[in-house]
């Protein structure tokens, strides 16, 4: 059994796919009775942590370039790892890894970086990864990405699923909150509302006017934050007044994604959205930053996966008329959706276990001693 203690680094306590990823392996970490520190500056997340019972420092990183905050900043993050008695450092985004890794090596503690796409400028990527002891890849297209780029060696170890926290079942009052009908098709799309997903989100929601437009009867949920917020509800608006029907609901940023996730008849979205949506066991319709992957069916499992359904590699772009021709052909085979779901969660369970990925990252901890 690991019994070091081990010292988890976030730039922040946002929601997030990183954020949630963490918050999934610390759980299942501290259920181990394995002692965990996590650090990151202020957000929603951190509550979570703190309910886990982990020790949390809430940080403000300093600016690289004022010599003054970098020294305290040093002496603090010195502090708590000798304080902490911490054995091993792990990260998961480039800005707070360069700055507490170039620490660690001060201290000659190992360190353990997580690549979570392929889309960091591979300069800065470089420079936290030569300061890294191993390095996780959460797909095969990260991995190509370092092999690539770089003359170092990954291990892949997928994000893991809570399947009993993610499960068929779970008892949800949503549709009765936003009085959509029993008998109508819930779509969902979850994602941080920026870049890529941000438009993903837009061209959707054009698609369900269309949709909307032909008879369907559907109603589409849209979870998330950023920077095409306002765009979106400005779009749904005007989609309402066109359809003289209010059937888009923007719900903005959420921590109970397991309960809204088993509201829905079919879930849009990638990485480990659609991770979380299989394992609740509903069909999923995969797109993301690389671009549009599609349904994910028995037959194209390992293809899905080996593109990180949509995230970071796709079979096309995406468009109004590829999510019209997807969507009506899911939603028209209502009967077969159940059945779809319990296939996905069983590949889930069997592929992608929080259980199975915390033995590998545990097993990557134990080979860093001694380096």
Avoid at 84 to 100: D, R
Avoid at 157 to 181: A, D
Avoid at 310 to 329: A, E, L, P, Y
Wanted: some cysteine.
């Amino acid at each position: 059994m690991y019994e070091d203690n081990i010292l988890m680094v976030l730039d922040s306590f946002d929601i997030g796919g990183t954020e949630t990823h963490v918050l999934s392996l610390v759980e299942e970490m501290v259920s181990r009775n394995l002692k965990v520190i996590v650090l990151g500056k202020n957000g929603l997340v951190k509550k979570s942590f703190l309910d886990l019972g982990c020790k949390v420092f809430e940080v403000n990183y300093p600016n690289h370039k004022n010599e003054q905050q970098l020294a305290e900043f040093s002496t603090m993050v010195k502090n708590i790892i000798i304080n902490e008695k911490i054995n091993v450092i792990h990260a998961h985004q480039t800005p707070s890894a360069y700055l507490i890794f170039s620490i660690a090596k001060d201290l000659n503690i190992p360190t353990v970086f997580t690549v979570h796409g392929t889309y960091y400028p591979i300069e800065q990527l470089t420079q936290v990864l030569n300061l890294t002891s191993k390095i996780i890849s959460v797909s095969y297209p990260v991995y190509n990405y370092i092999q690539n780029n770089t003359s170092l060696n990954s291990f892949i170890v997928p994000n893991g699923i809570n399947t009993q926290k993610y499960t068929f079942g779970t008892i949800t009052n949503l549709r009765n909150e936003l009085n959509i009908p029993p008998d109508a098709t819930l779509l969902m799309y979850a994602s941080r509302l920026t870049w890529a997903k941000g438009k993903i989100c837009l061209t959707l929601l054009k698609a369900c006017k269309n949709l909307k437009l032909r008879g369907f009867d559907i109603h589409v949920v849209i979870v998330g934050k950023g920077t095409y917020f306002k765009k979106i509800t400005k779009l749904a608006d005007k989609i309402h007044v066109l359809c003289e029907s209010k059937f888009i609901h923007i719900l903005g940023e959420r921590q109970d994604m397991e309960t809204l996730l088993s509201s829905a008849d079919c879930v849009i979205g990638t990485g480990r959205v659609a991770l979380e949506a299989m394992s609740c066991g509903k069909p999923v319709i995969a797109v993301g930053n690389h671009g549009y992957f599609g349904v994910i069916d028995k037959d194209h499992y390992e293809e899905a996966w080996k593109c990180y359904f949509g995230d970071h590699g796709s079979i096309s772009k995406s468009s109004r008329r590829i999510f019209f021709r997807d969507i009506s052909k899911l939603i028209s085979k209502k009967d077969f959706l159940h059945k779809m779901g319990v296939d996905l969660r069983e590949w889930v369970e069997t592929e992608f276990n929080i259980k199975e990925m915390t033995n590998r990252t545990l097993e990557i901890y134990e080979s860093c001693k001694g380096e």
